[in-house]
């Protein structure tokens, strides 16, 4: 089943707030009422009908803790990852893993990697 487009949730929204009823605005909007219920309560947690929290688990580090690990990484490319992550405070002072900074130092050196592989066939074109 496609997702409904932004323009259509926020028509469905804008029609929940001049009073439609969940079952008009999904008659409307041809989609099922929970499709409109879960939009409505989506919108009342987060404030926003975009798509973008997932039932994912939350990053414990931003992306400029991303960079920091890395480059910690190329300076002493023996340290090992417990020690980097006791040195390394995540968001809202939650405490990494090792296994948090492995994952950044892979996902890190798989983009150089890669950026490197580009460059050498531009370069033997």
């Known amino acids: ?5 932004q323009v259509l949730r926020e028509r469905a929204i804008g029609m929940l707030t001049a009073g439609m009823s969940t079952r008009a605005v999904a008659c409307d909007l041809n989609v099922h009422c929970s499709t409109i219920r879960r939009l ?6 987060f ?6 929290p997932h039932n994912r688990r939350p990053c414990v580090t931003a992306p400029s803790q991303n960079l920091h690990i890395q480059h910690l990484h190329l300076q002493d490319c023996l340290k090992p990852a417990t020690r980097t992550a006791a040195a390394t405070i995540g968001l809202h002072n939650q405490r990494i893993s090792a296994q948090t900074v492995m ?3 892979l996902i890190g050196v798989s983009i150089v ?3 490197n592989r580009l460059e050498w ?4 074109i």
């Open 103 to 105: 994952l950044v130092i």
């Open 113 to 115: 990697r890669r950026r």
């Open 1 to 5: 089943m496609p997702q409904m487009s």
């Open 40 to 45: 409505q309560r989506h919108f009342r947690e």
């Open 121 to 124: 066939a531009n370069a033997h």
């Open 47 to 52: 404030g926003s009908t975009s798509n973008l």
